[in-house]
């Protein structure tokens, strides 16, 4: 299949169809996520992300997914959510950041849509975001180093970040009660206004290579550092309890 008349939607239709073949009435709901259903797919650099929850996951089931796994890999759905409804319930305080950004973006492709009334805990979400921040701060000194060996890893360095403190804003945007944004644009003018973030260093860091303004590695390390500092900030200064706006 050429990638440039890659339909991901279609695509997706592809591999829930292959479960549903291979698992049969077992497969309990199919969800489209992430970039296709935000419609930020990229035919160049964008795989596939599908959740699928079953009955049972159990060696019979995951042998049987072997036939659908092949149709999986040619439909660039590389790694697939594999759930049942106990996990998806008892994981809730574990994955809560992952589940919000589902929650937020996403598209039932079968049975009933497992993401649409799944509540998530204000303080594990808040913590999660503060977690993963913090872990993006310290990480973010030797990932520059091990990837700053050349060019291409510096922007692969730079996707990586910028996809990671992309969830982070979003992360404090719902805790704060405001929409998730689809587009790496809206998000950087959202958190800016909501968290004085200057907006330019947010399009530095949030936006994909192609939109990205120019900037030499060692400045984007710089700019990164500080996002992701400001953003602890304003992690910190979240309480426990909702703010929605009317």
Known sequence: MSWRSFDPISAARDVTEA???????????ATLYGSAAMGT???DRSDLNVAFVFATLDASLLTALGSARRVWSKRRLVRPLLLTREILETSRDTFPLEYTLIAAHHAALHGPDPFAALVIERPALRLQVERTLRTQSLALAWSYLDANQSPSGARQWATRAGTAIAASASGLL???GEAIPAARHELAVKTSARFGVPVEALHQ?????GERPPIESSALFAVASDVVHRLLEAAEHLDATPERKS
């Open 41 to 43: 797919f990229h035919l």
């Open 205 to 209: 860091i949030l936006l994909p290579p």
């Open 174 to 176: 719902h805790l704060a």
């Open 19 to 29: 479960a549903r073949g291979a698992a049969g009435d077992r497969l309990v709901s």
